[in-house]
């Protein structure tokens, strides 16, 4: 267990475990398959129609362009409603309080001296449209946070775990105007996960100001709303947080239709849904094309991709190796024989290990979605030969 993240271009105190939460394997990491399988098929890009130019200023994963199972830095997008805060590490603190037994705060230093994990851990946010790039595969390195809240000891009755954080804005509700920290909450339970990291490191490298320096949560499985930047609060209540980003923005709208009744939903975003994307073409020597993508969801692993070509039957893609499962995507490619010239269409759906499909748009669970939250929708990519 020496140095697995050699493999991956960093070796650090840090090792990650062979567990069931994400089991990043010795051999597969160093045969690192989906690496040489993109370097392997190489040929011409075939850009899809409509796609947007990259803006370094606002990056985005630039599907056509992506071959790297972990995200580089620059091409890993970042949201932030309110700005994003310049916070001082030395004179920052993390603390802990609401119903603990023994509040506390942390300095980094404090942090950094307990236990370390790192884990790959694929986040999306909520509101990336079907085909978008805001997703991003990344490696997490910090301490969890189950540990910290036990040593606090969390009073009888406390059930959410809410994270505040450094970044703030002015927010009316119901007639008044309150100045209100970015705030996101999780129940105990989904706090005490053994994968749940107060983070401060991204892909190596300290986190930056953009992903939430010093200190920012990782919760895998979860839309990138829950993974709280610039954190600086963490809070104990016996009831739940119904702030901006819990109760009023991120609240997907959904109606089911009962015995001839539509029923209204109203959810908070919660975990991630099983998605996946077309995500880069390219003709190859021989005149074929190849179509690579990629596949999440919630931590259940990927185990099926297909592939509908100009409208056709749904044909199952290969899945490349990975060398973690669970909260990360998987590459998958499929030669695609013969294709004339002209305008072509592209869907792809995945399937996961408990045989969830991800939904047509017509699917009678999102038929009647009225907000973008949560978008899972297969979609088709045009593509001109
Ligand atoms: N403090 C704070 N944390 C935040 C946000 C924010 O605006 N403020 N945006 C959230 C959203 S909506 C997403 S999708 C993720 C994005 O993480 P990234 O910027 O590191 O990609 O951060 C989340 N954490
Ligand atoms: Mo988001």
Redesign the pocket.
């Known amino acids: 267990m020496v140095c697995q993240m050699a493999a991956l271009g960093r070796c650090s105190k840090f090792f990650v475990e062979e567990n069931a939460v994400n089991n990043l394997r010795r051999r597969e990491l160093l045969m690192l398959p989906f690496a040489a399988w993109a370097a392997e098929q190489g040929g011409e890009v075939i850009p899809f129609e409509g796609s947007p130019a990259f803006d370094p200023e606002k990056p985005r994963l630039p599907w056509e362009q992506t071959t790297e199972w972990f995200t580089p830095q620059e091409h ?7 700005g994003y ?1 310049e916070v001082d590490p030395g004179s920052w603190r993390l603390a802990v309080q609401g119903m603990v037994e023994r509040p506390r705060s942390f300095t980094l230093e404090e942090l950094k001296r307990r236990p370390g994990k790192e884990f790959a851990v694929t ?6 449209p079907p085909t978008g790039g ?1 997703v ?1 595969n ?1 490696k997490w390195a910090g301490t969890p946070l189950g540990p910290i809240l036990k040593e606090c000891g969390v009073k009888e009755g406390g059930i959410e775990v809410v994270f505040f ?3 703030s804005g002015k927010e009316k509700i119901r007639g008044g105007e309150y100045e209100q ?4 909450s999780l129940s105990i339970g989904e706090a005490m996960k053994e994968n749940v990291l107060v983070c401060y490191e ?1 892909n190596g490298k300290p986190l930056d100001r ?3 320096a010093p200190v ?2 990782v919760a895998p499985g979860w ?9 600086n609060r963490i809070e104990v209540h016996d009831r739940a947080h119904l702030g901006r ?1 819990m109760g009023r923005d ?1 609240v997907t709208i959904r109606g089911e239709e009962r015995d001839g009744k539509t029923i209204w939903q109203e959810t908070s975003v919660g975990r991630m849904n099983l998605k996946s994307v077309v995500g880069r073409v390219t003709r190859q020597a021989g005149g074929n094309l190849v179509v690579m993508g990629a596949a999440w969801g919630d931590g259940t692993p990927v185990a099926k991709v297909e592939l509908q070509m100009d409208g056709g039957d749904w044909r199952t893609v290969e899945l490349a190796k990975s060398p973690v499962e669970k909260f990360c995507w998987r590459f998958w490619k499929y030669e695609w024989k013969g294709v004339g010239a002209g305008e072509h269409a592209l869907a792809s759906r995945a399937t996961d290990a408990r045989g969830k499909v991800q939904p047509a748009p017509d699917d009678p669970f999102i038929k009647l979605k009225k907000t973008y939250w949560e978008a899972n929708q297969w979609a088709v990519r045009k593509i001109k030969v």
Do not use: I, T
């Open positions: 890993f997008f970042w949201v932030g409603h309110y805060p986040m999306e946010c909520s509101g990336n805001l991003g990344g954080a450094a970044d920290q970015f705030a996101r991204m953009n992903h939430g920012r949560l839309y990138g709303v829950a993974w709280v930047k610039w954190l980003f991120y």
